[in-house]
T-cell receptor, first 114, second 113 residues
């Protein structure tokens, strides 16, 4: 069965420090992969997506993610975190290579300390 | 920038009452979805809708739930007789086609008392 695991429930980083949020997936074929962010009281905003091609994808707000097939991972990175990045981050895989039928991970809550 | 809008942002209803959650998808999108997120749990797929019919539904989407696109712009989720365990954040999403990314609304927080 398809699944998505985000091993870290909560991460705290200092402002200006680098960030990596982990995501592992289980899927038989090349998956569609997504990272969404949810700020308090807000909806789910798409940060970036991977469908095919270059395994390093750039997203909005300075985020990037790298698809590693050998590790079944799609980790999200940012070189320098800003206080406004504090939010909950969700990794998702598109079932049946569809962009709207998603399986989400549990989410990682990011706190940023000054 | 086009966006998916959901109303209301928060709905409180008594157990056993019917509730309708409303969504206006992005205007040129053809695929529509509902998801829910119970507090502290994962975001879960409920149903997908295309060409005026349900294309897939999860096991959560039982006979108490229905979806409708009553006109060219709205997409609604109806829960006929709400239960306490229906309390959750409900997200609507839309996509241009089945292979493109979905855009989510702000969500409706449903509280059943």
């Amino acid at each position: 069965a398809q699944s998505v695991t985000q091993p870290d429930i909560h991460i705290t980083v200092s402002e200006g420090a680098s960030l990596e949020l982990r995501c592992n997936y289980s899927y038989g074929a090349t998956p569609y992969l997504f990272w969404y962010v949810q700020s308090p009281g807000q909806g789910l905003q798409l940060l970036l997506k991977y469908f095919s091609g270059d395994t390093l994808v750039q997203g909005i707000k300075g985020f990037e993610a790298e698809f590693k097939r050998s590790q079944s991972s799609f980790n999200l990175r940012k070189p320098s975190v800003h206080w406004s990045d504090a939010a909950e981050y969700f990794c998702a895989v598109g079932r049946d290579n569809q962009g709207g039928k998603l399986i989400f991970g549990q989410g990682t809550e990011l706190s940023v300390k000054p | 920038e086009p966006e998916v809008t959901q109303t209301p942002s928060h709905q409180v209803t008594q157990m056993g009452q019917e509730v309708i959650l409303r969504c206006v998808p992005i205007s040129n999108h053809l695929y529509f979805y509902w998801y829910r997120q119970i507090l502290g749990q994962k975001v879960e797929f409920l149903v997908s809708f295309y060409n005026n019919e349900i294309s897939e539904k999860s096991e959560i989407f039982d006979d108490q739930f229905s979806v409708e696109r009553p006109d060219g712009s709205n997409f609604t989720l109806k829960i006929r007789s709400t239960k306490l365990e229906d309390s959750a954040m409900y997200f609507c999403a839309s996509a241009f086609d089945s292979s493109t990314e979905a855009f989510f609304g702000q969500g409706t927080r449903l509280t059943v008392v």
